[in-house]
């Protein structure tokens, strides 16, 4: 690419953290105007936003438990749908977001959200629509995959080393912002409901404001005239032929084979997701309650990221103790949050909850104070676990060609697990089962991790963890 607009020098190679690991390297400064648009973190703010307007409002859609609906069960098919073909599509959306670019991929992974919504439209005014939901569901796993993966490769590609985490916070927090408004737009319309299911009203403003984040992407900047905050380029995106980029991923998983012991941790990682939204929020609260559940959830995934981010790039300890660190309060968070849910699962099943004088939770009950407090941690563990799985992921590469095949395994992993645990919870298995699996799995994708943590993780990044040799 030309250097043309920009301000060059040359870094001495001294210092901390990258700088130990390669030779000295030109500086380069966009002036004027350019210096702000092409600056990390407005793209990450601009990266945020588009999963703020589409994932995040899909995110406070699905924390109402079954999409905002009386009955879970088209929820929950249509959620099996979208993360199987999640699962399938991420696995090769990096080699497809290597080949189309970042913004391309971005742009075409935002369009399914609001079509998912509409759906939900669509089902409240026909009954008989469930068909529907569960093929817009279908979609839109192809387009999550194509979006999450050019999402991960930008966001980690971006900062130097030593930034990786407050970067991975930041995009967090502005996404989860779009759970927040949308919990905040649900609870405000359904104050007065204390029925089951949400109104036609939401479903719409949702869908308005995901049809404006799916064009975003084409405002952002173009990812090879990016300038990191030291000064160094951002390794320019490849552009080779599907078939070196398939052959690719054997190249990635050969070099790195470190990635597959993060593989049950990536399992995890939306597993709890249906024991949290459906089988205790839907399962126990009215639904103007499920809304402030919902709105403190995503509330509480901004403190979680920003305070596991702070802790993974504090200065003053070296890279390898701060994952340690970040293992451990991981650790201390299943067993707390998982600990004090279990006291409450075991007081209800599928039958008592489906009797018809069942009788659901609302937010001046007494009962309500103690159970707001742990879907309160149930936010920040989420937060937490996917903030320290990104960083772990960065702290392996700063390659954006790497780093989009590594989140391809993430969320295809991830959604493989949570298309078999949203299809288990459809056909009705007992509560207390999906919710000691999620226990378990959360604590195997810990211990699985840790090899990997302490062989991998080093202070700096090498020049050869950058580069995947597809020749």
């Known amino acids: 690419m030309s250097d043309a607009g920009l301000e060059k020098d040359y870094a001495s190679g001294s210092g901390s953290g990258s700088d130990l690991a390669y030779p000295p390297h030109p500086v380069f400064r966009h002036t004027g105007f350019k210096r702000l648009y092409y600056h990390p973190v407005v793209q990450v703010?601009?990266?945020?936003?588009?999963?703020?307007?589409?994932?995040?409002?899909?995110?406070?859609?699905?924390?109402?438990?079954?999409?905002?609906q009386v009955n879970a069960t088209t929820a929950d098919n249509a959620n099996s749908a979208l993360y199987a073909t999640f699962a399938f599509t991420a696995f090769f959306a990096g080699s497809i977001n290597n080949v189309l670019g970042s913004r391309l991929t971005l742009l075409l992974g935002s369009s399914g959200y609001a079509l998912y919504i509409g759906s939900y439209l669509a089902l409240n005014i026909h009954p008989n629509a469930g068909t529907f939901v569960?093929?817009?569901?279908?979609?839109?796993?192809?387009?999550?995959g194509l979006l999450w993966t050019a999402q991960g490769s930008l966001m980690l590609a971006y900062p130097t080393e030593s930034e990786k985490g407050i970067f991975i916070a930041i995009f967090w927090s502005v996404f989860n912002l779009g759970g927040v408004v949308g919990?905040?737009?649900s609870f405000g319309e359904n104050f007065h409901n204390q029925v089951s299911g949400l109104g036609n009203g939401t479903y719409i403003g949702f869908l308005i404001l995901t049809g404006i984040g799916a064009l975003i992407p084409l405002f952002m900047a173009n990812p090879n005239k990016m300038i990191r905050s030291d000064g160094s380029k951002v390794t320019t995106l490849r552009h080779p032929s599907w078939k070196t980029e398939f052959y690719g991923l054997w190249i990635t998983l050969r070099t790195d084979p470190y990635i597959i012991l993060l593989f049950p941790m990536f399992l995890a990682s939306n597993w709890f997701y249906t024991w949290q939204f459906n089988d205790y929020n839907a399962?126990?609260?009215?639904?103007?309650?499920?809304?402030?559940?919902?709105?403190?959830?995503?509330?509480?995934?901004?403190?979680?990221?920003i305070s596991i981010g702070i802790l993974?790039?504090?200065?003053?300890?070296?890279?390898?103790?701060?994952?340690?660190?970040?293992?451990?309060?991981?650790?201390?968070?299943?067993?707390?949050?998982h600990t004090w849910a279990y006291f409450y699962q075991k007081n209800y099943t599928r039958e008592s909850v489906g009797a018809e004088d069942f009788h659901h939770i609302d937010i001046y009950d007494s009962a309500y104070v103690g159970r707001v407090w742990l879907y309160i941690l149930c936010g920040i563990l989420d937060a937490m676990w996917q903030t320290t799985a990104y960083w772990m992921m960065g702290a392996m590469s700063n390659d954006p060609g790497k780093l989009a095949n590594f989140a391809?395994?993430?969320?295809?992993?991830?959604?493989?697990?949570a298309a078999g645990i949203w299809r288990a919870d459809g056909i009705g298995i007992p509560f207390m089962n999906i919710f000691v699996s999620?226990?378990?799995?959360?604590v195997a994708g810990l211990v699985c991790a840790l090899p990997m943590v302490y062989m991998r993780v080093k202070d700096y990044t090498d020049a050869s963890d950058e580069i995947v040799d597809i020749l």
């Open 45 to 68: 703010f601009m990266l945020g936003f588009v999963c703020f307007m589409c994932p995040g409002l899909f995110n406070a859609l699905n924390g109402l438990g079954g999409g905002g």
């Open 438 to 442: 999620t226990w378990v799995l959360l």
């Open 183 to 185: 919990a905040a737009v």
């Open 312 to 337: 993974l790039d504090q200065k003053g300890l070296s890279r390898r103790f701060r994952a340690f660190t970040g293992w451990i309060v991981l650790l201390f968070m299943v067993f707390v949050v």
């Open 283 to 305: 399962a126990l609260f009215n639904i103007r309650t499920r809304s402030l559940n919902n709105l403190v959830y995503w509330l509480s995934q901004i403190l979680g990221s």
């Open 134 to 144: 569960i093929a817009a569901g279908a979609v839109l796993g192809i387009c999550a």
């Open 408 to 417: 391809g395994f993430y969320k295809s992993i991830q959604s493989a697990g």
